[in-house]
């Protein structure tokens, strides 16, 4: 199983099915499916063949993100990416392929909107000894079909794992919890994870059950409000996503020496056994030795005036927040999506002090606001996409 390194066994039953979600986004010049995973994450290798097989069935442009449960399979979660294992791949392309039959055959006439929730007592910033109470940004893009909501896409930037390290059997986690919260006969519900790098429920959840993965997956249901419907105003046309490929340089030298770095604040047992286990990280990515820059890409897609941003790691949530600050003055509505068509790690800002994630890490610090900048140039460009192709249509 993935997510846990501390983890001793594999998969030993199953507590909720893994699933697999495809939703397409089609007028009659293009089409774009949104592929989310149970899964701890995605590598490019996988994307590849998803793509690929995609492009036979007439989706010509395709993402495919992780909802990063730490229940599933290990899928290649390694930083900088890795290899998926061939079973693994093999099982996840042929879902990708169903479902996404499924979905270019139920396509109808459909309006977006987006909102945005606070959610408070759901979590918190994982790693610190003493983390004060948050409110976290939920997003949701509403489906709009006959003045009435068919689905609901919600981004969560919180980390799915309620469900302890030593937990055998396999589960979407929060992700789960959300979509049974909010199912309904009449709509089908996706959901993705977003900037959720720093943040998970380690201070707020009450046990590390299915009851409590129930409970907090009903809280952010309770506070889920769909969008109003503008059905006069005509939808936007679809336009390919716009791809941007990101350089970072790897980890230096300097930065794999913890005896060098000011000591972290440890708090509870488990901050700092989890702190333990991102020194042995880097010390094994140090005695690689890597010199070739990481390539991830960013990617951007506007679907009817709601602008989604694909990154392909862990971005903290300051960082996705940077990226809705930022392209606010030419986009309305941004989310932010990580753990997308690829797996790069943590991604640290200059500032970031020392912790977990600044070990596991295998990029230089600074790599965050790299790749904020080219996420929110990505945003714009889809933005101007769309606004020229609605003057075109008229």
Avoid at 162 to 187: E, F, K, T
Wanted: glycine share 8%; hydrophobic share 40%; aromatic share 4%.
């Amino acid at each position: 199983m993935g997510g846990y390194i501390d983890r001793s066994q594999g998969v030993q039953g199953v507590l909720d099915a893994l699933e697999v979600h495809v939703v397409t986004f089609a007028d009659d010049g293009h089409r774009f499916a949104l592929v989310v995973a149970d899964l701890i994450c995605v590598n490019v290798d996988v994307v590849d063949r998803i793509r690929t097989a995609m492009r036979g069935i007439g989706v010509p442009s395709c993402w495919v993100a992780a909802t990063h449960t730490h229940a599933s399979p290990e899928s290649g979660c390694f930083p900088g990416g890795g290899v998926t294992p061939r079973s693994v791949g093999d099982r996840l392309v042929a879902a990708s392929l169903t479902a996404a039959r499924h979905a270019v055959a139920s396509e109808r006439a459909a309006r977006l909107g987006a909102t945005r929730t606070l959610v408070p007592g759901l979590a918190g910033r994982r790693n610190l000894a003493a983390t004060p109470p948050m409110d976290i940004p939920v997003d949701t893009i509403a489906v709009t079909a006959d003045d009435a909501v068919v689905g609901l896409i919600v981004v969560s930037p919180v980390h799915p794992t309620v469900l302890p390290a030593d937990n055998n059997q396999v589960s979407a986690d929060l992700s789960g919890g959300i979509r049974r919260a909010l199912s309904a006969p009449d709509r089908w519900v996706v959901v993705a994870t977003g900037a959720a790098g720093d943040i998970s429920t380690r201070h707020t959840r009450q046990g590390h059950g299915r009851p409590e993965v129930d409970r907090l997956g009903a809280r952010v249901a309770s506070r889920v409000e769909p969008p109003p419907s503008d059905g006069h105003v005509p939808a936007a046309p679809v336009r390919p996503p716009v791809s941007r490929n990101v350089r970072l340089r790897p980890k230096q030298p300097v930065e794999f020496d913890a005896s060098a770095l000011p000591a972290p604040q440890v708090g509870d047992d488990r901050i700092r056994l989890v702190l333990q286990q991102g020194l042995r990280i880097a010390e094994e990515q140090a005695a690689r030795q890597r010199t070739e820059p990481y390539v991830a890409e960013v990617a951007a897609v506007d679907l009817d005036g709601v602008t989604v941003v694909g990154v392909p790691g862990e971005l903290f949530l300051e960082l996705g927040e940077a990226i809705r600050s930022a392209a606010a003055d030419q986009v309305s509505d941004v989310v932010v999506l990580g753990y997308t068509n690829g797996y790069l790690g943590y991604l640290p800002t200059r500032d970031t002090p020392p912790c977990y994630e600044t070990y596991a890490s295998p990029v230089s610090a600074g790599s965050g606001e790299i790749l904020v900048e080219a996420a929110v140039e990505a945003a714009r460009e889809a933005a101007r996409d769309r606004d020229r192709s609605r003057r075109n249509s008229v």
